[in-house]
Nanobody, 124 residues
Framework: QVQLIESGGGLVEAGGSLRLSCARS????????MGWFRQAPGKERKFVAA????????YYADSVKGRFTISRDSAKNTMYLQMNSLEPEDTAVYYC?????????????????WGQGTQVTVSS
């Protein structure tokens, strides 16, 4: 089993920044991807960003390109999401997830493990 714990959410004004962290523990697997998704009230969970854990390739939703940066620290088994120039539309619960495959990593159903989520609220 894999456990994922997010932290770093909070309330910020539009234009501000936050950094989310996702600490992974439990069993390990050699090749996988990790990603960030978000879900606003009454809406479906959507892809934000993902990273190939071994190679470091990154992928972003168009809505966050140029504002968000995903990264990982392999030694700490931790993934990060640096969010800059935040907008009220970024308000959502943010979830980290881990996948056993690097295929279709922008798709919710590709992920095997999920964190409990952390709330990000951006005020206008």
């Amino acid at each position: 089993q894999v456990q994922l714990i997010e932290s770093g959410g909070g309330l910020v004004e539009a234009g501000g920044s936050l950094r989310l962290s996702c600490a992974r523990s439990g069993s390990t697997f050699s090749t996988y991807a990790m990603g960030w998704f978000r879900q606003a009230p009454g809406k479906e969970r959507k892809f934000v960003a993902a990273i190939n854990w071994s190679g470091g390739s990154t992928y972003y939703a168009d809505s966050v390109k140029g504002r968000f940066t995903i990264s990982r620290d392999s030694a700490k088994n931790t993934m990060y999401l640096q969010m800059n120039s935040l907008e009220p539309e970024d308000t959502a619960v943010y979830y980290c997830a881990a996948a056993r495959s690097t295929r279709f990593i922008s798709v919710v159903t590709s992920y095997d493990y999920w964190g409990q989520g952390t709330q990000v609220t951006v005020s206008s």
